[in-house]
């Protein structure tokens, strides 16, 4: 129920190309979905994030995609560059008291030039 | 404006020797979180805490504990280390959006 599976483990796409990444939830209390970029060697960093009552939202070139009935939710790199390149990281907020980050188990991007 | 700072940023430990890794804020954020992260397993949380005085158990909390005396720190202590715990280690705290702030993290090897 806590749990975010997170596909593909990693991804490989050209300069310029579409970078696909997916994400699935159970648990229908969470209510903020975040993506994070993390660079080797560095902390994660908030990239973009959505909440349910919206089905898309957009910064730049990434897009998340939000679909509520699925418990589904995805991240789109438009003309992906090789500075992409980085681990991704989904999450959910189990709301309440707490406020704990449940993360996906990332996916790695390689974007070749 | 420094954000979460941890130290150190490498340590190697022996088999049963014991250590703190220590996280410091300077937004003022009540809630805040230890993390460990493990090639192909995602972050994993230890401890988190709502408030100075307050704190509590994540998933994998054995062989951890932690203290909040202030909203600014919140150390995690290591006692008899074990090969285990040879991960990277992050502190975060909550943004006002409900966004994390992450430190560059601690990268810890028991040998």
């Known amino acids: 129920q806590q749990q975010v599976k997170q596909s593909p483990q990693s991804l490989i796409v050209q300069k310029g190309g579409i970078s696909i990444i997916n994400c699935a939830y159970e648990?229908?209390?969470?209510?903020?979905f975040p993506w994070y970029q993390q660079f080797p060697g560095k902390g994660p960093a908030l990239l973009i994030a959505i909440r349910p009552d919206v089905s898309e939202k957009k910064e730049g070139r990434f897009t998340i995609s939000f679909n509520k009935s699925a418990k589904q939710f995805s991240l789109h790199i438009m003309d992906s560059q090789p500075g992409d390149s980085a681990t991704y990281f989904c999450?959910?907020?189990?709301?309440?008291?707490?406020?704990?980050?449940?993360f996906g188990t990332g996916t790695l991007l390689a974007v070749q030039p | 404006n420094a954000g979460v700072t941890q130290t150190p940023k490498f340590r190697i430990l022996k088999i049963g020797q014991s250590m703190t890794l220590q996280c410091t804020q300077d937004?003022?954020?009540?809630?805040m979180y230890w993390y460990r992260q493990d090639p192909g397993m995602g972050l994993k949380l230890i401890y988190y805490?709502?408030?100075?005085?307050?704190?509590d158990k994540g998933e994998v909390p054995n062989g951890y504990n932690v203290s909040r005396s202030t909203t600014e720190d919140f150390p995690l202590r290591l006692e008899l280390a074990a090969p285990s715990q040879t991960s990277v280690y992050f502190c975060?705290?909550?943004?006002?959006?409900?966004?994390?702030?992450f430190g560059s993290g601690t990268r810890l090897t028991v040998v």
């Open positions: 648990n229908t209390a969470f209510d903020y």
């Open positions: 937004m003022n954020h009540n809630y």
């Open positions: 805490s709502v408030g100075a005085g307050i704190t």
């Open positions: 999450a959910a907020l189990d709301g309440g008291a707490t406020n704990k980050l449940i």
């Open positions: 975060a705290s909550r943004t006002r959006d409900y966004g994390y702030t």
